[in-house]
């Protein structure tokens, strides 16, 4: 039997997925840079657990930590950066591959650059296995299966309930990696281009009105693929509060810089100074403060609401960790459906994924 092949697992994301899946009973191939960072997780971990040196500079490396039946499982981020090599293994391998990323740029790479090659080797590619984007995938799957024919559009809305428990150096990262990518958006039955935060839109959570930003995710792909008379997909980030509008002109403005030349390298060489990547994250008492909410509403042509999903739970994080956790255990045992690109919905199947995601922390209220 294969084995599941943690890739980055000494990272804040690989840990809490590492300790996930000791608790399943599963003892993934520790893999990452520092032999001494993985010694000191296995023993950590309760000893028992295999560990490889790979580092994404040697691709190769890499390729070499699957073996056959083996399942990838990714927490190597900023992903646009380094997470290649991860998902050209698994293809050569022809083997499922599983990552935390929510990165846009990344996101469409995977399903645009990857997947075509992916499905011609057998190898079923799920990217943005975390928080982001995997309830709100739930929930618009819900949603439109609920509203049936008449659904033509669905909007999602991501928002942090309770205290907020704060953010990894990993993720500041990877958003500080965002801001300088071209955004997109699925209006009108196709992919356009679209600067994240073009948008701004309140929703009630828990009986207050919270405005959202709208912004690049993997439903812009996985939705239409599993619901194609969808011609509008909209998901929207909350968690920003009074400073929403803020966050939209700085968008407009990045944006704007970004076009002139040389300013985008300038302004990544800066970025790369300012946030670290990998510097550890929310304590187990600031991850249990604070929790997750996520609506989707779906709509017919004239806009009218026909049906509408909640979901809400753990931290977004601990929700990372559970859910990688089932996914590539679930994974390992061949349940997977498809190859190539997929949203959740479509490799697990509906009620599959919502049982998934309930397992991992968050259900539907």
Not at 55 to 78: H, I, K, N, W, Y
Not at 242 to 257: C, D, E, F, N, P
């Amino acid at each position: 039997m294969g084995r599941i092949v943690l890739f980055g697992a000494t990272g804040y994301t690989g840990r809490l997925t590492a300790a996930a899946l000791a608790e399943r009973g599963a003892k993934p191939l520790l893999a990452g840079r520092s032999q001494g960072s993985l010694s000191s997780l296995a023993d950590g971990l309760g000893g028992g657990f295999e560990t490889a040196v790979a580092d994404v500079g040697e691709p190769q490396a890499v390729r070499e930590l699957l073996g056959s039946g083996d399942v990838m499982l990714s927490t190597v981020g900023p992903f646009t950066s380094w997470g290649d090599p991860a998902v050209q293994a698994a293809i050569d391998a022809g083997a499922p591959y599983i990552d935390s990323t929510g990165e846009p740029a990344f996101i469409r790479r995977v399903f645009e650059r990857f997947g075509p090659p992916a499905a011609a080797a057998g190898a079923p590619l799920l990217t943005a296995m975390g928080y982001d984007w995997v309830p709100g995938n739930l929930a618009a799957a819900l949603a439109l299966t609920e509203a049936g024919d008449a659904a033509t559009k669905v909007e999602i809305g991501y928002f942090v309930t309770g205290g907020g428990g704060g953010a990894s150096g990993g993720t500041a990262a990877s958003i500080a990696g965002v801001i300088l990518e071209p955004g997109f958006a699925y209006r009108g039955g196709r992919l356009i281009t679209e600067a994240n935060g073009t948008r701004v839109r309140g929703y009630e959570v828990r009986g207050d009105n919270r405005p959202a930003l709208s912004v690049s995710s993997s439903e812009h792909f996985s939705i239409p693929a599993q619901f194609p008379s969808v011609g509008d997909v909209e998901p929207f980030l909350g968690g920003f509060g009074s400073a929403t509008r803020v966050m939209q002109a700085g968008s407009y403005a990045i944006a704007g810089l970004t076009r002139i030349p040389g300013a985008k390298s300038g302004l990544s060489q800066i970025i790369r100074r300012l946030a670290k990547g990998s510097t550890g994250g929310p304590s187990e008492g600031a991850r249990a403060s604070s929790g997750t909410h996520v609506v989707a509403i779906a709509r017919d042509a004239a806009d009218r609401p026909l049906a509408e999903v909640r979901l809400e739970g753990v931290n977004a994080y601990t929700f990372t960790a559970e859910i990688l956790a089932w996914a590539s255990i679930t994974a390992l045992a061949g349940g997977i459906e498809g190859v190539g690109a997929l949203g959740p919905a479509q490799a697990f199947g509906i009620e599959g994924l919502q049982a998934g995601v309930a397992d991992a922390g968050i259900s539907r209220i």
